[in-house]
């Protein structure tokens, strides 16, 4: 399970995409702990010397043993916009957390007057079209 997991992590690594900071420099690795347990319940910090912070925690507790996981991650983007994601993934999918991630309206919201005309014009031509119909069993 061990093996397992380390390779995850470092085909995960590998396939990372790049993009170009602007900066020649290699970033150390200023901390990277990581520790798992006998039963699949781990826990990783890494933080380097560019200023990313990883941090995430997990054990097999899901449905037939699935990785449940939590934990956060933050950098800072090539635009100087700091960013943070909290994050938890579950049976329930991948859920991020962040100040920079799109937010859906609440609801329920106001329909605009031309959506409801085209409803009830529809409910309307459907109305029509039941009362209209003829049917031949010949």
């Known amino acids: 399970m061990k093996l397992i997991l380390v390779a995850a992590f470092v085909a995960v690594a590998v396939a990372a995409p790049t993009y170009d900071s602007g900066s020649s420099e290699e970033a150390a690795i200023i901390r990277h ?26 054990a097999p507790s899901g449905p037939d043993y699935a990785v449940e996981k939590s934990g956060y991650f933050s950098w800072t983007a090539p635009d100087g916009t700091p960013v943070h994601v909290k994050f938890v993934a579950d049976e329930n999918g991948y859920q991020p957390e962040s100040d920079l991630l799109p937010v859906a309206p609440e609801f329920p919201h106001p329909i605009p007057d031309f959506v409801l005309e085209q409803i009830a014009k529809a409910a309307e031509e459907d109305r029509n079209r039941d009362s209209n119909e003829s049917y031949s069993y010949e």
């Open 33 to 58: 702990d990581f520790n798992i347990e006998d039963d699949g319940t781990y826990v990783l910090g890494v933080e380097t010397s560019n200023g990313i912070v990883a941090s995430q925690s997990g």
